[in-house]
């Protein structure tokens, strides 16, 4: 077959090179198990163009002021608009094939994509997560107290994001982020997303071909975990900084190439809960509220993110009248589960066989658990009769959650560890109680329990503050021997 | 014909039916020739019937069963896909909370284990039981199961309740499969070297007794590194401290010091699993060298006992007609390419006999001359749609997951759906002669197919649990 008819059964997922479009040389990806095979560029016979060697061509991103950067940015946000934006249409379309959430809740993301590079929103960014003035130029800070002046600069570096796929929205975030520290990045798309990230870097280069921002952001796709490739590309001389967005696998791979001159910034994998205090059975509008939140939690994005609750712990009390106001509280939940909009809650694009195994096999414990829901794959409610999680917790997704009823707070501070990112809470003082000690044991974020899908860009992230971490920070110490004793004169 | 004379010929196949699913092995003659040479046809009818038989005979004796049947709406059984739906998943012998196990609740635990068979096991005292290995013991002791449990790698065990009778069963089944293998099968004593421990609840130590019983006739004959039980506490325990470490939260895990100076013990005992192997060889070697053997387990068992004896310099240890039976094994671990050379080169033998099976079937499907697993007519095959779970076709050469019924299975429900992927041609017979029906090429694992193509997500889902997890901890 020749190489255009293949192209015209399957899509191609081009790769960019600071500024330049390239497809050709392509190879087949993907198509295990039901999944879309695409096309892509063979990214071994562009290995020695996919890193930047030089890092002094950075300095091309020094011409332009934070001002520039952010007008910049807002004609690209402009034009991510996929109304009119061809790229961004195919790259929907086809996306809907790829992502593990469904079309409507893919057009959502789709929808607000430009929204990031808004003026507003990368000024917030940018002031939250370095503080402008470090961007724009050396800042003095206060002498230090040995009389050392100092100034201090964030420098961009050169970059290697392996994003996550199951939002479109980090492909759009990884590329604001390196406008904002100058740095150049290169994106490897993972098979679940192949086409977002590539989709708003020809967009850059339909808005200006020969921008600095243009041209300091490469696109890319290759099996993760190809040896021969990243033996090669991960190497101090070629990146500085790899940003692992999840997946273990991914990681794992990568941390066999981590030496000095080569740091890895991880977001790992992790999973969320919520927490609910008594007061949630104040009053048959209380519940109403804690159920519709808590299906927000955990059937918002259709459960694909680290950000979804999973298990629920709820002080419901653990006798007969505490698990029965449980059984209304599931009950009410899974009801308010239907109603989420379809922008970000759907049935689930395809219900795990191994998961629905589980959960039908609780359908004959029901002396111990009580399954509403799940019948037609839409996802369910899982109620435990006694104070226990399931113990396929980890595996809980497609809009399935597991509630957990507890006598007193205590018992949920348990359920926070290494893997915890949000937890959900309810009522909002009750954070006030629980929010030290979990976060001790490993929360790392606390949200108003509905909310687990909503917040900001502009904030640390699973407990680290990565955009600071993906800069160089420099500094210039200025010492005077009259001020500061010189080591020479040291006794 | 008469419909009176229908009417017996209906009766006769189910007598049939019976006699063939009560005892396949001495149905068959305790031949393995017999046993494959049926003609498919007649195989698929006596198959029905008994299918028919069992689902009659226990739908209102295992309470899980009835209870899937009635949601599934089968009363009875037509075809054999109409059984389909009443197929166990895996999920079904771990359906009970983690907490139960951890609070020793074993009165709870019974409840749970006699809605999977026929025994009733709520009169058991199990009261007094403070560990999982006391409860087995009385378990053991006061009813007709041997339960076998798994690893236990989630917090919970499988418990699966197989009854001794069926224990004995399969393991005559076995013999008949090793005898049919010697020149002269009145000759037949065999040796068993383990190179582990003699006794324990995981499926492939309860057969250990069995073997003894019915494949080498007597205690003396069986070696094990280790005499004594493997603690299914201390497994447990391991895998609860595996996972409270990868978790980072090890400390907040309530165990009892008693049961974690064991699992040092037993932690101990691996690592110097090396040094006393060496020793066990030694005196083993100087008894057995030359001697016919049986081995059945894992590979990994059997390729560390081929290491091991290959290390000291020795090679064609044992007499030549030695029968060792391996199979798939030790999950997640990817066997070295010449772990089968090695073996063969250390005992002496020609080849490995490679069996497939699981716990849940009490069914080996074993490989033959050409290389191909052929079907025990005591279990019948059936692919399903991977997606929906419906039975593909039964013509053809056809890939699906497997599932079985196990005829054989008389006090638990012997449908079960594997984890597994296969092919199999249902048309044209295999070059070997058997006239059995055969799985074409590989055997693959769905879970490990899954999440192999690069699809990253920030949530810590399953699999990447447990690629960290056992990425950063090795047991077992």
């Known amino acids: ?94 996306s809907y094939l790829t992502a593990p959430t469904t079309p409507s809740i893919v057009d959502a993301s789709y929808a607000d994509l430009g929204s990031f590079f808004q003026p507003d929103a990368v000024r917030e960014d940018a002031e939250s997560q370095i503080g402008i003035k ?98 090669k590309l991960y190497q101090p001389h070629n990146v500085e900084k790899i940003i692992a967005w999840g997946g273990y696998a991914s990681v794992k791979h990568v941390t066999q190439y981590i030496q000095p001159g080569l740091e890895l910034i991880s977001l790992d994998p992790k999973r969320s809960i919520s927490i609910i205090g008594k007061e949630a059975f104040d009053s048959e509008s209380a519940m109403q509220d804690v159920a519709l939140r808590l299906a927000s939690d955990f059937g918002g994005m259709n459960q694909v993110g680290c950000v979804n609750a999973r298990v629920v712990y709820v002080q419901s009390g653990t006798d007969e009248a505490g698990i029965e106001q449980l059984n209304q509280l599931g009950q009410m939940t899974y009801d308010a589960l239907a109603k989420l909009p379809a922008s970000i809650s759907t049935k689930p694009k395809a219900y795990d066989n191994e998961l629905r195994a589980h959960v039908d096999a609780l359908r004959f414990s029901e002396d111990w658990y009580r399954v509403i829901g799940g019948e037609d794959d839409e996802g369910a409610v899982i109620v435990s ?41 309810y009522p909002e003082d009750l954070k006030d109680d629980i929010g030290d000690l979990l976060s001790l044991y490993g929360a790392q974020r606390f949200v108003s329990l509905g909310y687990a899908i909503s917040g900001t860009t502009a904030a640390p992230q699973d407990g680290i503050e990565p955009v600071r971490r993906m800069a160089k920070w420099i500094t210039n110490e200025i010492s005077e021997t009259g001020v500061v004793t010189p080591p020479w004169q040291w006794d | ?20 699913c009560s005892d396949t092995d001495a149905y068959f003659g305790s031949s393995d020739e017999n046993l494959h040479g049926m003609p498919r046809d007649r195989l698929a009818a006596l198959q029905l019937a008994a299918l028919k038989y069992r689902f009659e005979d226990l739908k209102d004796r295992i309470p899980m069963l009835q209870q899937l049947a009635s949601r599934q709406n089968i009363a009875s059984l037509e075809t054999l896909e109409d059984v389909v739906p009443i197929l166990f998943e895996h999920t079904m012998y771990k359906s009970y ?75 005559r089944g076995t013999r008949t499969t ?52 493997m603690s299914s506490d201390v497994l447990y325990l391991a895998a609860k401290v595996r996972a409270a470490k990868a978790n980072g939260e090890l400390d907040r895990v309530n165990i009892n010091p008693a049961l974690m100076q064991r699992l040092r013990e037993f932690e101990e005992l691996q690592q110097n699993m090396p040094a006393h192997l060496d020793t066990f060889f030694e005196h083993v070697m100087e008894e057995l060298r030359g001697k016919r053997v049986y081995f059945g387990g894992t590979w990994n068992l059997l390729h560390k006992l081929a290491e091991q ?38 005992f002496g033998i020609e080849r490995i006999l490679m069996g497939y099976g699981m716990s849940e079937v009490q069914q080996m499907h074993y490989q033959c001359e050409q290389g191909r697993y052929h079907f025990a007519p005591g279990a019948i095959p059936f692919l399903l749609d991977p997606d929906t779970s419906e039975p593909l076709p039964r013509s053809g050469t056809v890939t ?63 699999n990447a649990h447990k690629e960290a997890m056992d990425f950063l901890t090795h047991f077992e």
């Open chain 1, 1 to 94: 077959m020749t190489e255009s008819a293949i192209k015209a059964l399957r899509p191609v997922a081009n790769m960019v090179i600071r500024g330049q479009i390239i497809s050709d040389n392509l190879v087949e990806f993907g198509g295990r198990g039901g999944d879309l095979s695409f096309l892509a560029p063979d990214a071994h016979q562009y290995l020695d163009r996919l890193p930047m060697g030089n890092p002094g061509k950075l300095s091309e991103l020094y011409e332009l002021s934070f001002d520039d950067i952010v007008d910049y940015l807002s004609k690209v946000g402009d034009a991510l608009d996929v109304s009119t934006n061809e790229h961004l249409q195919q790259a929907r379309e086809l």
């Open chain 1, 134 to 231: 470090y961007l724009e130029g050396w800042v003095e800070e206060q002498p230090r107290r040995n009389g050392m002046r100092l100034k201090v600069r964030c420098f961009g570096a050169r970059t290697l994001h392996i994003v996550a796929g199951n939002a479109p929205a980090i492909s759009a975030l990884s590329i604001i982020r390196n406008a904002i520290l100058r740095s150049d990045a290169l994106i490897k798309t993972p098979s679940n997303d192949p086409f977002t990230a590539l989709a708003i870097a020809q967009t850059m280069i339909d808005v200006d071909p020969q921008h600095p921002i243009t041209k300091h952001l490469s696109v890319a796709y290759w099996r993760g975990g190809d040896t021969v490739l990243e033996e």
């Open chain 1, 385 to 425: 009769q006694i104070p226990d999680a399931v113990d396929f917790a980890t595996k809980l997704d497609h809009r399935t959650a597991n509630l957990v009823p507890i006598d007193s707070i205590d018992e949920a501070t348990a359920a926070a560890n290494a893997y915890t990112q949000t937890v959900g809470v």
């Open chain 2, 1 to 20: 014909m008469s419909s009176t004379s229908l009417q017996i010929t209906a009766d006769n196949l189910q007598q049939e039916a019976i006699r063939f």
């Open chain 2, 97 to 171: 909370p983690p907490m139960l196990l951890e609070k020793n609740r074993f009165a709870d635990i019974n409840k749970f284990i006699s809605r999977l068979t026929t025994y009733d096991l709520s009169t058991i005292d199990v009261s007094e039981c403070q560990s999982i290995d006391e409860w087995i013991e009385v378990m053991d002791r006061k009813s007709e199961l041997e339960i076998c449990h798994s690893s236990g790698t989630s917090g919970t065990m499988s418990f699966l309740p197989t009854s001794k009778k069926e224990w004995d069963k399969f393991t």
């Open chain 2, 178 to 229: 090793v005898r049919s293998r010697l020149a002269d099968p009145d000759d037949n004593e065999f040796y068993c070297i383990y190179p582990y421990y003699r006794d324990g609840a995981s499926s492939h130590l309860r057969i250990n007794n069995y073997c003894i019983k019915h494949i080498l006739g007597d205690e003396s004959r069986f070696y094990s590194a280790y005499p004594g039980w």
């Open chain 2, 309 to 346: 004896g290959l290390k000291m310099g020795e090679e064609a240890m044992f007499a030549p007609d030695s029968v060792i039976i391996s199979g798939g094994g030790a999950k997640g671990v990817t066997p070295p390419e010449n772990w089968q050379e090695d073996v063969c080169r250390f």
């Open chain 2, 400 to 462: 699906g997951r497997a599932a079985f019924f196990d005829l054989t299975a008389e006090t638990r429900w012997g449908g079960f759906i594997t984890g597994d992927e296969l092919t199999i041609n249902w048309e044209t017979p295999c070059a070997c002669g058997r006239q059995s029906y055969f799985i074409e090429g590989e055997i693959e694992r769905y879970s490990e197919k899954q999440g192999g193509d690069d699809k990253i997500s920030c949530a810590a889902t399953e």
